[in-house]
């Protein structure tokens, strides 16, 4: 059985699943493999990242996950229900916040939020309670009677997701949430997406080719690399797959003695260049503090002490051999060839 198939049956045995794909695959063509035989599971009340280059398979994954697309083998099943088999009952349970805005720049926040409210079929009392809890937990309360024309990127972001919780969905399919966002904006969103997740343990399904993004706010990730998951788990585990934590030190003099006392301290091999000192452990902040007490009790100053963490995008060139950059510029040329078939 293949790798990440077996650790789907796992999960799925450890927690409630409320997303669980086996095998799946989408072909374009006679040869375009978009996905290939990807296995993964989404737990209830968590933040899972689907990380990749654009053109990985991010989107035509989540589009059939979300009954947009029919999958060419393999199965999904969303809440509960098979993607092919009940596509209406998942459309149900399930709410998408697209890479392109869908407000209509003519209407309201509000009247935007309310034809949604509509199209669910929720009563009208119910309807602008529903409405109005979800503007304002984006903070949009104030600006709900501003015509989105009006509104700015951020503001147009936050409504597309107050939105998308209108129908109180069991899963929350966001694509790309920040693209073409400023920082600020962006931590703005991350914010609202994390309580999503604390107030109201909504299951969140992103995709994103933001490192940065997945690492601060998901709770597991998987990396999709030439439509294959390459591998999946926490930011901090796949992280800890390419090395270790790095201490620099400077100090106001420099020794092999030093140098030896905070290897035989922390366990690890210590590298001197005059008074500047790099080491590597498994956990900086736990080493920090032991070697501070060490260094001061042996007499000499800390001058300064920084510590650095492998990256996501470290560890997606570890995995895969390739940079980020190298694979966004094949992956236009694969997306090009999906868009014309379809």
């Known amino acids: 059985m293949d790798p990440s198939h077996e ?13 669980e794909v086996s095998n799946l695959s989408k072909t374009f063509g006679h040869d375009i493999r978009a996905v290939d035989d990807v296995s993964f599971a989404v737990y209830e009340g968590e933040i899972f990242g689907f990380l990749g280059p654009n053109g990985a398979g991010k989107t035509t994954t989540i589009n ?36 392109n805005n869908t407000a209509d720049e003519e209407l309201t926040g509000r009247e935007n939020a309310r034809v949604i409210a509509n199209l669910y079929g929720i009563p009208g009392g119910e309807s602008s309670r529903m409405v109005e809890a979800a503007l304002d937990l984006v903070e949009l309360g104030d600006a709900a009677d501003r015509f989105v024309r009006n509104y700015s ?14 129908s109180r969905p069991k899963v929350l399919f966001l694509d790309e949430p920040t693209l073409g966002l400023d920082t600020q904006t962006r931590e703005a969103v991350w914010e609202y997406v994390r309580a999503l997740r604390d107030k109201h343990s909504t299951t969140v399904f992103l995709t994103t ?19 294959k998951i390459v591998k999946t788990g926490s930011p901090e585990e796949i992280k800890s797959l390419v090395g270790s934590d790095v201490i620099e030190l400077t100090l ?16 690890s091999k210590v590298e001197r260049t005059g008074s500047d000192y790099r080491v590597e452990v498994s956990n900086g902040e736990e080493a920090i503090p032991l070697i501070i007490e060490l260094i001061r ?30 694979a966004d510029q094949e ?8 868009n014309f078939f379809g």
């Open 252 to 267: 106001d003099v420099g020794s092999d003695t030093i140098s030896e006392a905070i290897g035989q301290c922390v366990g």
């Open 7 to 19: 650790a789907f049956q796992t999960a799925r045995n450890r927690k409630r699943v409320v997303v």
């Open 297 to 326: 009790s042996q007499g000499p100053y800390v001058k300064r002490v920084s510590l650095s963490k492998p990256s996501l995008a470290e560890a997606y060139l570890e995995l895969t051999g390739r940079e980020f950059r190298d």
């Open 64 to 99: 059939m996950l979300t009954t947009q697309l029919h999958p060419s083998s393999g199965s999904a099943r969303v809440a509960g229900y098979d993607v092919l088999k009940s596509p209406n009952v998942v459309r149900k349970l399930i709410s998408v916040v697209p890479q």
């Open 153 to 166: 990127g951020g503001m147009r972001r936050r409504l597309e997701i107050a939105i998308g919780l209108i």
């Open 209 to 227: 080719h933001l490192m940065e993004e997945a690492d601060q706010i998901c709770d597991r990730v998987a990396i999709i690399d030439h439509g």
């Open 331 to 338: 992956a236009v040329q694969t997306a090009r060839m999906i």
